[in-house]
């Protein structure tokens, strides 16, 4: 089994790779290199500000034989080439209001602080352009409508959120620090900026705008990160068609990416004097698409364009969002998983050209919510969400991305389509509350086994073999090895290091000839339940043994392997 836990200022025991920097390894053995620091990206820029080296200790697991297949593939790991630093917030997940008020729960907040997010984001995804934080169950803001216009021009009751709210199936804004508290993770806020757009008094801007500067004041200082507005390019948000008759600052029926750049300045502003009357410093992000949708009549044209030559340089990163798949299909796995490498690249060279586009400077790119669309075959249930999501996180990794959090902790059955990490317990097939779904593992090993910084890697043979490499400062080597392919491979590692002695992984994988399977299997454990993971996960040991010139893995079907090397 490894241990692996961060190095502590205080005795805390825990696995969340925040922790100060060491000159030991753990194991009484000084640390026999320091890279260079590479330079930061600027797309990364200052969510590096709180990177610190990880540590690990490792006890001898499972013998193994070396397999009597060929190798098809070589992963090839080229330790003196160092690529970034690992960003430390690129595990984290998202919150809503409709989770439950999370620490009445101590089982899901046990699977919370185990997966280790590091920085979860609320109050949610659409419903935070009608969030009112300091509203109570009830109460509705007097200078909002009772009814809201969408997108068609129907009027639909506003169903505003209220972060005040005690009630058992949702979650107050107090609970939502308390959680981050119990779980060592920081917050992410995004404020109401639809509150800009459909607010009934003479100056709606800026009631949203001081709003949005309450809670910064009423925060005190726990939050960095925050953004301003959720997903406004899309016809599907709170504020993109309003009712003209009830504004009294003349706005337009339709929201531009201009409005929303010149309403940003304002936003910031007003956020930016409250950080400073508390004494504290925040980062303020601001919303831009993904890619070009000139001919997608939901997305707002010319958005990212239209926001920067407004905003300019005021906003301090740059929020974007992919559900990488294409919407609402019925995708293979052959469909789904080469999506992580060609959007998470795709999305970051779209954002770059945005902003040189615009003549502004590049600033750290925030991928706040990402999962994937693909439904009919229960895919975001499934083991081939969880390796979409180790190929997501490490492409984002790879394209220096400063954050990511995929969407979201905890959810419903919803016939089998849902996107939560973690299940409510209203699955037909297994009623079981808190359950982790596969995804929860994947993402588990990734972010406990990585290293400090990410080094080159490179494979030859099969191409449905990715790999990723990482080392600690120890010296120690950390591997992901992904079969994107639905047959068995064998691969063989080679390392161009002679002092790593031996090897430790986990191998984890669906059920045989299932091409979407609800079971994950842990070095060959599975769960006693009919989905999820072995509840014994913690105390699986790894499987182990010397290196002797390469290191050969077979892996099956979907498989992954997250691999240590001292």
Known sequence: ML???????????????????????????????KPDDPATANTMGFFLDSWQPKNFSATTGSALAKPAAASSSTVTVDLGKVISKVSPFMFGNNANPYMGQLVTEPVLMDHIKTLAPRIIRAPGGSL???????????????????????????????????????????????????????????????VNYGYARYGTSENPVQ????????????????????????????????????DVTKNRDGQPEYLTGSLYGSHFKVFADS??????????????????????????????????????????????????????????????????????????????????????????????????????FSMGSKQKMSNIAGVHAVLTMAEMHKANFAMAARWHILGKYDDGNDFATISSGDDPQNSTPWLPRPVFYYMYYYQKLLGDYYIQTKVSGDPSIAAYASKYQSGAVALNIVNKGSKSQTVKVSLNKNNLSRYYYYLLNGEANVPFSRKVFI????????????????????????????????????????LLAD
């Open 271 to 372: 956020m930016r004097k409250a950080a400073a009357d508390i004494r504290s410093v925040i980062k303020i992000g601001a919303v831009l698409v993904d890619a070009e949708y000139n001919t997608n009549p939901t997305i707002i044209k010319n958005w990212n364009r239209q926001v920067l030559a407004n905003a300019g340089n005021s906003p301090d990163f740059f929020v974007v969002h992919s559900y990488y798949t294409p919407y609402n299909t019925n995708a293979a796995p052959d469909i789904i998983l080469p999506t992580a490498t060609t959007e998470s690249k795709a999305i970051a060279d779209y954002i770059k050209t945005s902003a040189q586009a615009a003549g502004v400077d590049q600033k750290p790119i925030a991928m706040t919510e990402w999962n994937i």
């Open 128 to 190: 935070s352009d009608i969030y009112f934080f300091n509203l109570a169950e009830g109460q509705s803001p007097d200078d909002a409508p009772a009814k809201l216009m969408d997108y068609q021009g129907t009027v639909k009751d506003a169903g505003y959120w209220a972060g005040k709210n005690k009630g058992s199936w949702t979650c107050s804004i107090d609970n939502y620090y308390a959680m981050l508290q119990q779980t060592a993770s920081t917050g992410i806020l995004t």
């Open 3 to 33: 241990a692996l836990q961060a190095c502590k200022k205080d005795n805390k025991k825990d696995n969340i790779p925040d922790g100060g920097p060491t000159t030991d390894t753990g194991t009484g053995t000084p640390f026999t290199e």
């Open 523 to 562: 070095n060959g454990v599975g769960p006693t339940d009919p989905s999820g993971g072995p509840k014994d996960y913690l105390m699986i040991p790894a499987r182990s043994a010397q290196i002797k010139n390469n290191i050969h893995i077979v892996i099956p079907p979907y498989g992954v392997v997250f």
């Open 207 to 242: 009631a949203a705008a001081h709003l949005a500067a309450q809670w910064v004041r009423y925060d005190k200082g726990k939050t960095k990160y925050w953004e301003v507005g959720n997903e406004n390019y899309g016809n599907w948000e709170a504020g993109y068609r309003i």
